[in-house]
């Protein structure tokens, strides 16, 4: 079994590590952390884990967490993982951290978005932790970064078309809208009940903090420096992002092939669905699982390739996508403990 603690277990992607690895067959989750909640059941919490018998929250000692597990979650905010995840490498332990500290491998790039950074030898360490790109450096890594739920959500249906060079690194537009889930579990008046509901706004625009993420690995599947455009929304709904990217061409070519060429990249990877040409992802499809979906439409009067993507947010963009690291890590099948049938309606 894997001894496995989580790091941060009361937020939005803590429960849910919690809620996938409850019927993971080879984890074991043998600490949760929560400065809020130390010392109380995890059931009594959150009901909805009642299977958590015994397992009390307890203050983040990171001595305590050495000793007690082999794989750390760091499910934390940004600034906060970075304090930490150097004394568990120091241990010999092996972390998927699901904050932003670890994915920008420039640490001039990371501070021009965030703020210091307090571990910058750690940066060339890192893995980015997409399976479906990077599964072979995932396998042997020490640290996974685990990427934001918006850059997987625009970064899995363009890296095949920019590697083949179908698409043009030039002019590249990303709108993504996002469930309100995305903005965690802390209380803000932008993301309250009565400001979200039969609402619907762009935030952050030209200016949110996954751009250079997005930008990062596109770069490299396109082998030469890419810049897009990226507007993120909030919706009224609570999971679930749907991405709708526009791209030029630099052929001719038929919605069919591009299609086959998004298949044929992702061949061997159980978690993208590449729907039939007409057919479009819909984030109800995919709620409550560690799908990708995508489709796709030439539109030959502006030769313009139109990419849509769904994913869930707290899953495929966050807690289940570290999950499947977790597995590749450990040499297991990546979709243990994923293999789920998606929520729907």
């Known amino acids: 079994m894997l001894r496995v603690a989580i790091v941060g277990g009361s937020g939005y992607t803590g429960i849910e590590l919690l809620r996938i690895l409850k019927l993971h067959p080879q984890a074991d989750v043998v600490a949760v952390t929560s400065r809020k909640y130390a010392g109380h059941p995890v059931g009594e919490v959150f009901p909805s884990l009642h299977g958590?018998?015994?397992?009390?929250?307890?203050?983040?000692?990171v001595k305590y967490l050495t000793r007690s597990a082999e794989w750390i979650f760091t499910a934390v905010p940004h600034k906060a993982a970075m304090s930490v995840v150097p004394q568990f490498l120091e241990a010999g332990l092996r972390?998927?951290?699901l904050s932003a500290d670890f994915r920008l491998r420039d640490s001039r790039t990371y501070e021009t978005w965030y703020q210091a950074h307090a571990a910058p030898e750690q940066l060339d360490r890192a893995v980015y932790g997409l399976p479906e790109i990077y599964r072979k450096d995932i396998a042997h890594a020490q640290l996974v970064a685990n990427p934001g739920c918006y850059p997987t959500g625009a970064i899995l249906p363009l890296a095949p078309l920019l590697h083949s060079g179908i698409v043009s690194p030039k002019g590249i537009i990303a709108d993504s809208k996002s469930g309100a889930s995305?903005?965690?579990r802390s209380p803000s008046p932008g993301t309250i009940y009565c400001e979200v509901n039969e609402s619907l706004k762009a935030y952050k625009v030209a200016e949110h903090r996954h751009m250079p993420e997005?930008?990062?690995e596109l770069s490299v599947a396109a082998g030469r420096p890419v810049a897009v455009t990226f507007t993120p929304h909030l919706v009224p709904m609570t999971r679930g992002i749907l991405t709708t990217i526009y791209a030029r061409l630099t052929r001719e070519v038929s919605t069919g092939k591009v299609l086959v060429a998004i298949k044929d990249f992702y061949e061997d990877s159980p978690f993208v669905r590449v729907f039939p040409e007409g057919a479009f992802p819909d984030v109800s499809y995919v709620r409550g699982s560690n799908f990708c979906d995508i489709g796709a439409r030439v539109d030959g009067h502006t030769n313009t390739l139109i990419l849509v993507s769904a994913i869930d947010n707290?899953?495929?963009?966050a807690s289940g996508q570290a999950v499947q690291n977790l597995n590749?890590?450990?040499?297991?099948d990546e979709s243990l403990g994923l293999d789920t049938v998606p929520l729907y309606p």
Do not use: H, N, R, S
């Not at 018998?53 to 000692?61: A, H, M, S």
């Not at 590749?328 to 297991?332: E, N, Y």
């Open 182 to 184: 995305g903005a965690g």
């Open 328 to 332: 590749i890590m450990a040499g297991l």
């Open 52 to 61: 958590y018998d015994g397992l009390l929250f307890t203050e983040p000692d």
């Open 314 to 317: 707290l899953v495929k963009g």
């Open 95 to 97: 972390v998927i951290d």
């Open 214 to 216: 997005i930008e990062q």
